[in-house]
C-alpha cells in the first residue's frame, strides 16, 4: 500500500513538472541553447587539453574561424622550451653528481689527486664552487621548465577566451566635432560594433 502511494506521489511529480515544462518551454530552449553557446568553447578544456603540452593551442586552433587560425606556430615554441629546460635541468644535475662523486673521492682518500682528470686544476674548495653552482643551474632550469610549462596552459586557457573574438574593420573608432549646448564645441567619440 505504501509503495502504491509513494509511486503515485511520484508520478504526480512529475507530471506537475511536464506541465510546467510546456509553459516554460520557450524560456528554457532559450536558456538551453545559451548555455550549448557559451560552453562550445570551452576555456577550461583549453586548459585541460594544455596538460599535454601544445593540447590546448591545437584545441584553439581548430575552434577559430578559418582566416584567423594561428595557435600553431606555438606548439614548436613550447615543445622548444620545454626541451632546452629540461635538457640544461639534466645536465646540470649530472655535472652535480659527478662533481660530488670527485670531492667524495678526495676527501675518502685523504689527497688531492682527483678521480677525474678534467677537474685536476681545481682543489677541494673549487670542487665544492663548482657543485654549488651546478645545483643553482640546475634549480633555475627546474623553475625555468615549470614556468614555461604553466605558461603553456595560461597561453590556451587565455587564447579559448578570443577564439570567437571579433577584431574586423566593422569595428572602429569615430571621432567627430560636436557642439554642447549651441555654444561649446566638442568632441564626440563612438565605438561601433558589428
Avoid at 126 to 152: K, P, Q, W
Avoid at 165 to 171: P, R, V
Wanted: net charge positive.
Amino acid at each position: 500500500m505504501r509503495l502504491i502511494l509513494v509511486l503515485s506521489l511520484l508520478l504526480t511529480i512529475a507530471v506537475n513538472a511536464q506541465e510546467s515544462d510546456i509553459t516554460d518551454n520557450h524560456s528554457k530552449d532559450s536558456l538551453f541553447v545559451e548555455k550549448i553557446k557559451d560552453t562550445t568553447h570551452s576555456p577550461k578544456m583549453a586548459a585541460l587539453y594544455s596538460l599535454i603540452p601544445g593540447g590546448g593551442q591545437v584545441y584553439n586552433h581548430l575552434a577559430m574561424p578559418k582566416g584567423k587560425k594561428k595557435a600553431f606556430w606555438k606548439i614548436p615554441i613550447i615543445y622548444a622550451g620545454l626541451g632546452v629546460t629540461g635538457y640544461f635541468a639534466i645536465q646540470n644535475h649530472m655535472k652535480q653528481k659527478t662533481l660530488k662523486e670527485e670531492y667524495l673521492f678526495r676527501v675518502a682518500n685523504d689527497f688531492p689527486n682527483p678521480n677525474l682528470p678534467e677537474y685536476s686544476a681545481y682543489d677541494n674548495q673549487g670542487i665544492l664552487t663548482l657543485f654549488e653552482g651546478s645545483r643553482r643551474s640546475r634549480d633555475l632550469m627546474i623553475f625555468a621548465f615549470i614556468a614555461v610549462y604553466g605558461l603553456n596552459i595560461l597561453d590556451a586557457h587565455v587564447e579559448a577566451h578570443f577564439v570567437n573574438f571579433d577584431i574586423s574593420k566593422d569595428l572602429s573608432l569615430s571621432i567627430k566635432p560636436r557642439m554642447h549646448d549651441f555654444h561649446t564645441p566638442g568632441l564626440s567619440l563612438s565605438l561601433n560594433f558589428r
